[in-house]
């Protein structure tokens, strides 16, 4: 059993892969489309708050097709890649700050809690006055709301170093630019790469709920229109967007944490050390060796056999 677990560990195999990864979603998934379809088809819901699956797939169709929803569909994803990109140099350059230092630590920690829990649909409003009705107005918004888990997982990782590793590095008298090079920083990466993830959803909904707020363009802003009109399907099929183009950001991150951070992945892992060992195969002018042949019993040979009569 435990040969089984090494195997599956070293070949990246683990309870998250497999074919179930992919299954039991999209069994979820088909069991939640089955229950809508019921819902409206059954009268159980009214069509002015849940329209049919398909309508809403056509509907999406529609607006790709017509070119309408491209223009917001920019506009969304600038605002929120501004604002996250905003989000991580300021989140993660102010961890870097706090972790090397306990006093700014205990200066800045207090008011990026306070920039969390203050209720953003409030300051909203104030926030557009100030900064405009265009585009930086909203990517403030994104930034600000991203900002948080960005800073907090980035100083949660450099302030957890291996004891022991932290311990080695000062016997050897490294300095502080190859602890932090060698030790810190990798040591981090995991959480960086999380708070990273969470951060860029984040901005997505940060730019959106400013687009809803106040705009003319965005995806918010067809959101707040059709619902207003109650154009359900149109609705939906905007929210159906917005829901893809969370996920594909959702996996760009999820690529990035797999490639830079590969040690953390055994599968990514094994075929980095295999390349490495091509590299350095080619470099030497080697060509790999051989497979050694497997002994044969006399049973399987039978003209030894014959030989030693």
Same mark, same amino acid.
């Given at each position: ?104 630590? $205990? ?7 306070? @920039? ?67 030790? @810190? ?14 951060? @860029?959803?984040?901005? @997505? ?10 705009? $003319? ?93």
């Amino acid at each position: 059993m435990n040969r089984q677990r090494g195997t599956a560990r070293a070949s990246g195999r683990g309870p998250g892969r497999g074919p179930g990864r992919v299954i039991a979603p999209a069994a979820l998934f088909a069991v939640v489309v089955i229950v809508w379809d019921l819902a409206r088809t059954r009268g159980w819901v009214s069509d002015l708050i849940l329209p049919r699956p398909w309508d809403v797939v056509v509907a999406a169709y529609d607006l790709f097709s017509g070119g309408l929803v491209w223009e917001h569909l920019l506009a969304t994803f600038y605002e929120t890649l501004a604002g996250f990109a905003a989000a991580a140099v300021l989140g993660i350059g102010t961890a870097l700050a706090a972790g090397s230092s306990r006093p700014v630590r $205990q200066m800045v920690y207090p008011y990026a809690v306070t @920039l969390q829990v203050l209720p953003m649909l409030s300051i909203a409003p104030i926030l557009i006055s100030a900064f405009g009705f265009g585009y930086t107005s909203k990517i403030v918004i994104a930034g600000m709301i991203a900002f948080f888990p960005i800073f907090v997982n980035s100083l949660t990782g450099l302030l957890a170093p291996d004891p022991d590793a932290e311990e080695l590095f000062r016997s050897l008298r490294a300095g502080r630019k190859r602890t932090f090079r060698s030790l @810190l920083l990798p040591t981090a990466a995991p959480m960086i790469f999380a708070g990273l993830r969470i951060g @860029l959803t984040l901005a @997505l909904a940060g730019a959106v709920v400013a687009e809803i707020v106040s705009s $003319q363009k965005g995806l918010g802003f067809l959101v707040q229109r059709y619902s207003s009109q109650l154009n359900q399907d149109d609705a939906f099929a905007v929210v159906l967007v917005l829901t893809v183009m969370g996920l594909l950001l959702y996996g760009a991150i999820g690529f990035a944490d797999r490639t830079i951070v590969f040690w953390r992945h055994p599968g990514r892992l094994a075929a980095k050390t295999r390349s490495r060992e091509r590299r350095v195969r080619r470099r030497l002018g080697e060509t790999p060796p051989p497979p050694t042949p497997t002994p044969q019993s006399p049973a399987s040979n039978p003209s030894a056999s014959e030989e030693k009569v």
